[in-house]
Each structure stands twice: as C-alpha cells, then as structure tokens.
C-alpha cells in the first residue's frame, strides 16, 4: 500500500470514529491499519508471526552459500550474488525489507540445521535438499528447484564418464551434504573424502589427491564454468529437491514463503533471476510444485 493509500485508510477511519461519536469506554474499536490488506507493511501481517517480527525489525538474515559459483557466491564487495540469493532477495521484499538491510551469513552444508535450530538465521537458502531427514530438525518451503547429483573430474580424465566408474576412486564431497551421505551408503568401493565447502575439493582434484569432485550438477556446472581444465561427467542420478529452511515448528512462515514462491513462479520474477543468475550457464526450467507438507 503506498503511503497516501495509508494515510487515506487511517483518515476514513478517524473521520467514522468521529461522526459515530464513540470511541469511548467499552468500544470495541479496531485499529485503523486492521483495514489494510493489500501491501501495508506490518499490518498486513498477523500479530506475533515470524513475517511480522521481520518486517517490523527491517531486517533478515539469510544463510547462504559464499563459495558456489550461480547459487551463492561471494563478490569483491562482500556480498553474495547467485540464484539462491536472488531467491532469498524476493522473500526479504515480500517483507518490505530492502537488499541491502539483509544480513548475509555462510552456511556451509554441515552447518544449516544447526544455525536454524540456534536462531542464528531466519532463513537458509543454500542449494540446500529437502528430505525426511534433515525435516526431523528444520522446515522446509519450497522447493523452488530440483536439481541432482553428478561428478565434476579433469577434462583431461578419461576414466570417469559416470558414477559407475567411481569405484576405487578417490571422491572429493562435503561434510553433511546429501552426496556424501549418498557415496557413504551406495558407493561402498569409493574413497570418500570429505571437506567442509565444494571450493575447497578444486585443489585436491588439479593436483590428483583426488579423481573427482561430486555433488549437485548445478554446483559442478558454476566451476565447470569458471575454468576450462574441469568437466561436468554423467547424467545427474538423485534427485536434490532445493528447499527453504526454516525453523521446524514455525508453519505459519513456511507455508507463507510456500505463497511467495508460488507467485514468484507464475509472475515471472523467479524465471528472471534464474536468468540473471545460473541462466547465464545452464538451460531455464519450468518452476517446480511446492510441497505444503504435513509434519
Ligand atoms: N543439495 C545437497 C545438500 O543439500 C548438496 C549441496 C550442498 O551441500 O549444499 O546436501
């Protein structure tokens, strides 16, 4: 609601109040901004939610990632440019908090449950998968991409055209991340070799500590960008639903990010960052359907 629109309400209000002669004792009188339905800022809210808090606060803290070239990636500036992050932009002016009043912070894999469950973010936008696991600790809205494991090697490396040939081979993965869990469970021949970020895994690889890097296609095809020594291999062969994180018990916000997501998707705004954003390298998708899942 613009200004004038608010100032408008609140007069007609006043005006009501003043020619019914009442407010006095007893009345049960609504507050004027009770009337706004249709972008006030708080008021549109209801009282003691999540958005509320937020919006009145001016203020949110994303996590996200600093080091994955298209989702979550730290500029020269400080600040993080990406998919995920343009995603968690749109939610914030859902809000009416503006980009610049976001408090960016890096959540790395290992971390995301753990800095949602201690309040240290609001939300987690991080190419972070949604599955039954993870939703024991943390909520999830969304998703709002799906993508899927796959293996990054030398382009020089002829042997690895696909998980198949893992076996034996050393496999550079994260900490915490659903790729490692996938390898450990599924991939009983391969040497696991977990580091905290997906950046850290490209020294080990040109260097030959390790064979190949894996985890999600999209993450693999942001370095695979960057430098022409390294090739995405394979066809992806999970599937890595990206969702929101939110505190578990808190659905009322989960299924509002659920409402801004889907009017991201039918309006236009989400095909627009994915262009601005992972575009620029990968093709454009349909957006996919939320799950407005039950605990
Ligand atoms: N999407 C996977 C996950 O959430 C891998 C990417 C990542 O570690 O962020 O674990």
Not at 20 to 49: H, L, V
Not at 201 to 226: H, K, M, W, Y
């Amino acid at each position: 609601m613009t200004t004038s629109r608010r100032l408008a309400v609140a007069l007609i209000a006043a005006t009501a109040l003043a020619l019914s002669g009442c407010g006095g004792d007893g009345e049960d009188t609504p507050p004027a901004t009770d009337g706004g339905d249709d972008g006030g800022e708080t008021a549109e809210f209801p009282e003691g939610s999540t958005m509320a808090r937020l919006a009145e606060a001016g203020t949110i803290t994303v996590g996200t990632k600093f080091d994955q070239p298209l989702f979550g990636l730290v500029g020269p500036d400080g600040v993080p440019e990406g998919f995920d992050v343009e995603i968690a932009k749109l939610i914030a002016g859902e809000l009416g908090i503006d980009e610049d009043d976001i408090e960016w912070v890096e959540t790395p894999s290992q971390n995301r449950e753990t800095a949602i469950e201690n309040g240290d973010v609001d939300i987690v936008v991080a190419t972070y998968t949604i599955n039954d696991e993870r939703k024991q600790r943390v909520g999830f809205a969304g998703p709002y991409y799906l993508a899927g494991q796959s293996i990054l090697t030398l382009a020089s490396n002829t042997d690895i055209q696909g998980p198949d040939d893992l076996s034996g081979k050393r496999v550079c993965t994260v900490s915490g991340s659903t790729p490692e869990g996938n390898l450990l469970a599924n991939f009983p021949d391969v040497d696991v070799v977990p580091f905290g970020t997906y950046s850290e895994c490209l020294e080990p690889l040109r260097n030959g500590q390790v064979d190949a890097v894996s985890t999600d296609n999209v993450i693999l095809a942001g370095f695979a960008a960057e430098s022409d020594d390294l090739e995405v291999r394979g066809d992806p062969f999970t599937e890595e639903p990206y969702g929101i994180g939110v505190a578990k018990d808190d659905v009322e916000f989960r299924m509002w990010i659920n409402d801004v997501l889907e009017e991201i998707f039918a309006d236009g705004r989400w095909t627009a960052a994915w262009e601005a954003t992972a575009g620029t390298v990968l093709p454009t998708p349909e957006p996919p359907s939320v799950d407005r899942y039950e605990d």
